[in-house]
């Protein structure tokens, strides 16, 4: 036998035995050595992949969620958070857009630091989302509204109204930090329930609030899709009620949802 035969051979044998092996391991759960993140040497687990985007719609009123707890499917977050989390319940509000509970958020952070409820489960990428907000308290910010495309606390799209400020603000936040798209000036009761209302199609974005204030930008930092929830930002207390978000076609185009929508179907 020559010398390159032999060596084929032993090659043949190497990758049999190699097959088996992972064969092996993969019928007992586990992972070669050498394997993706996630063996048995240690390594962390790779983060899941994203969700699909959801092609149905979905609306919350928390009127069926019990008062002094987070509303059900929930989950509070923070971006930059300094140790002190903010507080989301359900609470009685005779005053909320459909009576009798709103979701208030109680706050006393500082700074950079964002407060975030998420909506579980969710995934919309090209969406019609609709927030209704009334002003709390707060010494350093006021406020609050929708956020959506959430990877989590530090990446997402968000879109406030600032009575403090008397502005209407477009953002996205990148691993922790904010950065402005867009924003117009707005005079508005702070006492009252307002409407934002963001359209979201590829990566042209507008946001209505009240159905008169508009912004509009284009931006590609977050293309796929992630979850909606309610934002505020420092010591802002707010209420928040009626959410709704339903998925936008391609075929909207450019237009504006249209503030003060119904519940989705």
Same mark, same amino acid.
């Given at each position: 036998?020559s010398?390159?035969?032999?060596n084929?051979?032993?090659?043949?044998v190497?990758?049999?035995?190699l *097959?088996?092996?992972?064969?092996? +391991?993969? %019928?007992?759960?586990? /992972?070669? !050595?050498?394997? =993706?993140?996630g @063996?048995? *040497?240690?390594?962390?687990?790779? +983060?899941? %992949?994203?969700?699909p /985007?959801? !092609?149905?719609a =979905?609306?919350? @009123?928390?009127?069926?969620?019990?008062t002094? +707890?987070?509303?059900?499917?929930?989950t509070?977050?923070?971006? =930059?958070?300094?140790?002190?989390?903010?507080?989301?319940?359900?609470?009685?509000?005779?005053?909320?857009?459909?009576?009798?509970?709103a979701?208030?958020?109680a706050?006393e952070?500082?700074?950079?630091?964002?407060?975030?409820?998420l909506?579980?489960?969710?995934?919309y990428?090209?969406?019609?989302?609709v927030?209704k907000?009334?002003?709390?308290?707060?010494?350093?910010?006021?406020?609050?509204?929708?956020?959506w495309?959430?990877?989590?606390?530090?990446?997402?799209?968000v879109?406030?109204?600032?009575?403090?400020e008397?502005n209407?603000?477009?953002?996205?936040?990148?691993?922790?930090?904010?950065?402005?798209?867009a924003?117009?000036?707005?005079?508005?009761?702070?006492?009252?329930?307002h409407?934002i209302?963001v359209h979201?199609?590829?990566?042209h974005?507008?946001?209505?609030?009240?159905?008169?204030?508009?912004?509009?930008?284009?931006?590609?930092?977050?293309?796929g899709?992630?979850?909606?929830?309610?934002?505020?930002?420092?010591?802002?207390?707010?209420?928040?009620?009626?959410?709704s978000v339903?998925?936008?076609g391609?075929?909207?185009g450019?237009?504006?949802?249209?503030?003060?929508?119904?519940?989705?179907?």
């Amino acid at each position: 036998m020559s010398d390159r035969e032999r060596n084929a051979g032993w090659s043949m044998v190497a990758i049999a035995s190699l *097959a088996v092996a992972v064969v092996a +391991a993969m %019928a007992c759960g586990g /992972a070669p !050595t050498g394997a =993706a993140p996630g @063996n048995a *040497a240690g390594h962390a687990s790779p +983060a899941p %992949a994203a969700a699909p /985007a959801s !092609t149905t719609a =979905a609306s919350w @009123n928390f009127d069926e969620d019990a008062t002094g +707890a987070v509303p059900k499917g929930w989950t509070p977050g923070e971006t =930059a958070g300094r140790g002190t989390p903010a507080t989301w319940k359900v609470v009685d509000d005779p005053s909320a857009p459909t009576p009798p509970h709103a979701v208030a958020v109680a706050a006393e952070n500082h700074g950079r630091t964002f407060n975030l409820l998420l909506a579980d489960g969710t995934s919309y990428r090209d969406l019609d989302l609709v927030v209704k907000v009334k002003a709390g308290t707060g010494d350093e910010d006021r406020g609050g509204g929708p956020a959506w495309r959430a990877a989590g606390p530090d990446d997402y799209y968000v879109c406030r109204w600032n009575p403090l400020e008397d502005n209407f603000r477009l953002y996205y936040v990148r691993r922790g930090r904010r950065h402005q798209l867009a924003g117009t000036r707005v005079h508005s009761d702070p006492a009252a329930w307002h409407t934002i209302a963001v359209h979201h199609v590829g990566t042209h974005i507008v946001a209505t609030f009240d159905g008169e204030a508009r912004v509009e930008a284009d931006d590609d930092t977050f293309t796929g899709p992630g979850m909606v929830g309610l934002w505020t930002k420092a010591d802002a207390s707010s209420f928040f009620d009626d959410v709704s978000v339903k998925p936008a076609g391609a075929d909207a185009g450019h237009a504006p949802p249209e503030a003060g929508a119904g519940q989705a179907e």
